[in-house]
DNA sequence: CTGTTAGCGCTTTCAT
DNA sequence: ATGAAAGCGCTAACAG
């Protein structure tokens, strides 16, 4: 089984001192004499010793990890809120434990109790748990941070301020002589998607009085955005502007409106919502959420908190903002 | 600090037991008398007990974790590796830990050491460490896998066939009447970048004999790709085709292109490598590799040989498959 | 079937 | 400045 690797008090032996010492000398505690920290160094150098730092953990209540609960990986949204995170964490010496979360409410709260003893917080994004299955789910002497999931179960939290991007969006559009606006909206039972839809209801009422809003709801998938042009189409459905939950979703619009021969923007405008990479490349219009900046404003406030700071349990709103590209340009060269 | 999280003896104490029959009770073992398992299980659900983590780990020298050494969580083409290695980890029970490694070979060390202790096992993305660098910073009683890194150190490996990869997508060009061809490559000290630009070379000696390759040095980000069109501008060379050594790399070729006004594929057609999902949706000509399986694969041979199967120190190749998209097509239309 | 006990590797009082 | 020993929470012999 090759060479186990060398522990404390191997290196204790080599340097003749007690494994008290080679700790205390290893970490750099000021009341050692040189010559006992250089033979100790020299020792665990020889050795190839490297701390197990499991041990380490469990004797200080210390994992230097957090752990991360997340339902998805698929898309270019969580990728970027990782980064975020991975950034930060990189940082300030801590490293990520990854944890895929299902739907399901149950299989979330096991998630995160598998991470019990493993990592110092959480960081949890669970935006299709409601109020109550969130708050039995999560730990409860576990430090957490809760980013896109429902708040006011006085954890602190990150939400994107979702009403503001799609008020400027349909503002927008109707700014551009377009009244006729649809809505795709992401899954029911999704935080992000009932704000964003309700926001459209409320913009629609002040910028198209008396057209009838039209919502189609979709899966924050790609396909689901060409599904509901099709719908559309076959309601015979008049609209001159599609405002999606997501940017996925715009995207599956787009195909599924060249595919239909309707030209955009000249037809019908589209909007997206996450401003994900790719947006940018398609020339998607679209509302920027700072993905990576919240993953890393998480981080920062939960390491804080670890240190010594306290954890507010307040939720703290991330501005978005409207970035026009072509898909709702009004004619080419337009800003 | 609120509550202080329930352990074994608190839960043997609860069930009048002792903390043996607790552990056995609860981890399912054979030799636990019914009515004793039933008040155990009621106990630590009175009390909330989970098991810590970390303190089983120490005992049974197990984490269930699996350290990922990656150079950069930035882009497409890591994210997509990791989506793999997340969607196996969870159908097998373990769990991931990230660290991001800089280009450095002793950061690299560090950041592998950091995981002793932590992780049963490391997979290791480190494109840009040589051989001896790598061989330096594996710790030696670990078992390892190496993703798109230098193999044949001994070590158990996945690489891309990049030579197969370029080759097709030169003979690709070739057909299509193209035969001045620029090579964008990716960073010295790359495996993958040097891979390709050598079968770039022999592409090129192959299919078009007699013209002198060109190649241009990038970095594998989008800039990289802008950068070296304007170079080969500056440079007044002619050419009617460029095969970047990466997707990103042809994003920024086919922006600097349409910035200086020539028209892909008619006057300039450019193919990538990768296949991130970005390139679908720009119509991007490129060397599909399967990067969600790599990941899966990668986790797949490593949890074996954790499992008791042994870890043979085979390097195995990832077949790739060029996929013609509108960037080379002979016309709108062609497949 | 169940309890006692000895660790896993490390940190940290408490003495000296 | 250093060593001995207790203990972090759990599992696994080893006895009964």
Not at 36 to 57: D, F, I
Not at 77 to 87: C, L, N, Y
Request: hydrophobic share 45%; net charge negative; aromatic share 4%.
């Amino acid at each position: 089984m090759g060479q186990a690797s060398a522990t404390i008090r191997d290196v204790a032996r080599e340097a003749s001192v007690s494994v008290a010492s080679v700790s205390r000398a290893l970490n750099g505690h000021s009341s050692v004499h040189p010559e006992t920290r250089a033979r100790v160094v020299a020792a665990a150098e020889a050795l190839g010793y490297v701390p197990h730092a499991g041990a380490r953990s469990l004797s200080l209540a210390r994992s230097h990890a957090i752990g991360v609960i997340l339902p998805d990986l698929h898309g270019e949204f969580f990728s970027e809120i990782v980064r975020g995170m991975d950034r930060e964490v990189n940082a300030r010496g801590y490293h990520l434990l990854l944890s895929n979360m299902h739907a399901d409410a149950s299989l979330a709260a096991q998630a995160m109790r598998s991470m019990r003893g493993r990592v110092d917080g959480l960081i949890v994004m669970a935006p299709q748990l409601d109020a109550a299955g969130l708050d039995a789910a999560l730990p409860k002497g576990v430090p957490a941070v809760l980013v896109n999931s429902h708040d006011g179960i006085g954890r602190a939290s990150f939400r994107i301020d979702n009403g503001a991007g799609i008020i400027a969006s349909v503002a927008h559009l109707a700014a551009l002589g377009r009244r006729r606006i649809v809505h795709v909206a992401g899954p029911a039972g999704n935080i992000d998607a009932r704000e964003r839809s309700e926001a459209y209801y409320a913009a629609m009422a002040a910028h198209a009085p008396g057209i009838a809003p039209i919502v189609i709801e979709g899966d924050f998938h790609e396909q689901s955005g060409a599904d509901a042009v099709a719908m559309l189409r076959s309601m015979d459905a008049t609209f001159d502007a599609i405002v999606a939950a997501n940017d996925m979703m715009a995207l599956g619009v787009l195909r599924g409106l060249r595919e239909a021969g309707m030209d955009v923007p000249g037809t019908v405008a589209v909007t997206g919502f996450d401003d994900i990479p790719l947006a940018r490349y398609l020339g998607l219009t679209t509302v920027r959420v700072p993905l990576a900046e919240i993953g890393a404003r998480a981080v920062g406030r939960l390491v804080d908190a670890l240190e010594g700071g306290d954890l507010s349990p307040d939720t703290l709103t991330v501005a978005t903002e409207l970035v026009v590209r072509g898909t709702t340009a009004l004619s080419p060269g337009t800003p």
